[in-house]
């Protein structure tokens, strides 16, 4: 009996195969999309696409192409066939964006051009996001231009892999999140507190010890464990294929290496690098402590530069974020070695800054010039701002927008990833059933920012190189969790990044998201859907 329902429903299903239409209303919206005269294009079997560049990246870009073709509608391009229409995928030097592309749609070709093989690969993405997502025989692309490019070089999105360790699976769909909404770069956070999570040679204590806790607190700082250890780490070579994973759909990995605060997992391994020298433990628990790198010590210097060096070798961005973010300086106060280094330095306390926090400034100016001299620029949060900033830094402004605007102000790059808008870890809505870290942040105020307004002063419009969400996991334990808290408030956020303000609607966005949730659903992430449901 089941045999027979099922091929009745096989037989259904391939006799209500039908043709369907593409519609380019896509997210993040593309810059222009102009209706032009003349038959559409027919996607088929029988559809060809031709790489015109014998560029690997180009040919990557064409395979990518495919596969999410037969994805979306299950049509499997029959690639020895040269008879049907063809999408042609080509460089063009002309068009002025890195990243921009254009796509021309007539009866018998779909072209899509860019500057580079990156371009094209957004190209791709738009024209992925245009198919409907169905089973279908054909699929109709109405005759049209879309011409399209970033508003901001810099589209991020961080995950905090300490709190709690993501494997390698989620890590790669992750970036596959990343690439369906046009986000160019991975901040990667790899070491806290309650874990170090890369595999460094030279100290082996730092996973042997510093990746395990003991326990985790459980709910929101209950003060009772879960007697569980928990640990993981990363090692080199999965990073290296992460970096490539992620080089592949032309995403940036910077990791972070958070210092001098956030570090008890590697003091737990490495006690002498503490002001007090010990013993500490891996944090069971989230929060701020005390204990932290000590800024009078040599040996602290070394083995940062050591650790930095090593994680160079695996990441080739050239930013490296060094954190800088909630560290208390206590411990400096009363430690000998901390304040011999003051008064060594001469470091007084001026301009509302104690000396401790010139002590913090003029370590983190120690770190971004060594890995100047490896060819590397630092970013750090808005803390780093707490006194003089080495000139190549890079300002994370995430404690609201000030940062941002007195980064600017020094001549200091900045992007702007502030709580108010952008932190995935705070509720979409009131829930009871979910506990999470705190703080309401709904889609439609993630969708609002506008990081640079026209009127901004100039030397922010020169400065601002774009915006990031960001997801601390305290309380994000996995899979499931982590893409309801991600969409579809990261698909907001990229469209602030790519999309010119004044193209912005929220009502518009709305409904375009609706259709790619139905993505998300196909991919099984299971995202908050309050922004889908019809309000009454
Ligand atoms: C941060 O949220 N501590 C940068
Ligand atoms: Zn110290």
Redesign the pocket.
Same mark, same amino acid.
């Given at each position: 009996m089941k045999k027979i329902l099922l091929s009745v429903a096989l037989m259904v299903a391939s006799i209500s195969l039908h043709a369907t239409d593409a519609n380019y209303q896509v997210v993040p919206l593309p810059q222009s999309v102009t209706a032009e005269k003349g038959a559409p294009f027919v996607l088929e079997v029988f559809t060809s696409i031709n790489v015109a560049s014998k560029d690997d990246a180009m040919r990557r870009n064409g395979e990518f192409l495919k596969q999410y073709i037969t994805e979306a509608t299950g049509i499997t391009l029959d690639d020895q066939n040269k008879k049907g229409n063809t999408i042609i995928l080509k460089l063009n030097p002309k068009i002025e964006n890195e990243e921009g592309y254009v796509i021309t749609i007539k009866a018998k070709t779909i072209t899509i051009e860019g500057k580079t093989p990156r371009g094209v690969f957004y190209g791709v993405q738009t024209l992925r996001k245009s198919l409907p997502l169905e089973k279908a025989k054909s699929v109709t692309f109405p005759a049209a231009r879309i011409v399209d490019y970033p508003r901001f070089g810099y589209r991020g999105t961080m995950l905090d892999c300490a709190r709690h360790y993501f494997k390698m699976d989620f890590i790669k769909e992750f970036i596959d999140m990343l690439a369906l909404h046009n986000i160019n770069t991975f901040h990667w956070h790899l070491t806290e507190d309650q874990g170090w999570r890369v595999q460094i040679d030279r100290y082996p204590k730092l996973t042997e010890i510093g990746s395990k806790r003991a326990q985790t607190v459980i709910g929101r700082m209950t003060g009772l464990y879960d007697d569980t250890p928990y640990g993981g780490y990363y090692t080199k070579d999965e990073m290296r294929e992460v970096v490539k994973y992620a080089a592949d759909r032309y995403i940036t990995v910077i990791p972070e290496i958070d210092m001098p605060g956030h570090m008890l997992g590697a003091l737990a391994a490495y006690p002498e690098l503490g002001c007090t020298g010990g013993p500490y433990k891996v944090a069971e628990q989230w929060g701020v402590f005390p204990d932290i790198l000590c800024a009078g010590n040599p040996k602290t210097y070394e083995f940062v530069n050591n650790v930095l060096d090593e994680i160079v070798d695996i990441f080739p961005s050239k930013y490296i974020h060094i954190g800088g973010?909630?560290a208390p300086r206590v411990r400096w106060q009363h430690c000998p070695r901390c304040q011999a280094e003051i008064k060594r330095l001469g470091l007084k306390g001026s301009n509302g800054f104690s000396a401790e926090a010139q002590l913090q400034a003029y370590f983190m100016n120690q770190v971004a010039k060594h890995l100047e001299s490896k060819g590397r620029n630092i970013i750090g *949060?808005d803390e780093i701002l707490e006194g003089d900033v080495d000139k190549g830094t890079t300002v994370m402004s *995430?404690r609201g927008v000030n940062g941002g605007i007195e980064a600017a102000k020094r001549g200091l790059d900045a992007i702007m990833t502030p709580t108010t808008y952008y932190y995935l870890d705070f509720y979409q809505k009131p829930d009871n059933r979910m506990i999470l870290i705190g703080n309401m942040l709904p889609v439609e105020t993630t969708y609002s920012y506008n990081p640079v307004p026209d009127d901004a002063a100039p030397e922010l419009k020169k400065h601002v190189k774009g915006v990031q969400a960001?997801l *601390?996991t305290e309380y994000i334990i996995g899979r499931d969790l982590a893409f309801f808290q991600i969409l579809p408030r990261v698909a907001a956020m990229a469209e602030t990044a790519w999309t010119e303000n004044n193209k912005k609607d929220f009502a518009s966005f709305k409904t375009r998201e609706t259709r790619l949730n139905e993505l998300y659903k196909h991919f099984g992430w299971k995202t908050c859907q309050d922004l889908y449901k019809e309000k009454k």
């Open positions: 973010d909630e *949060w *995430w960001n *601390w």
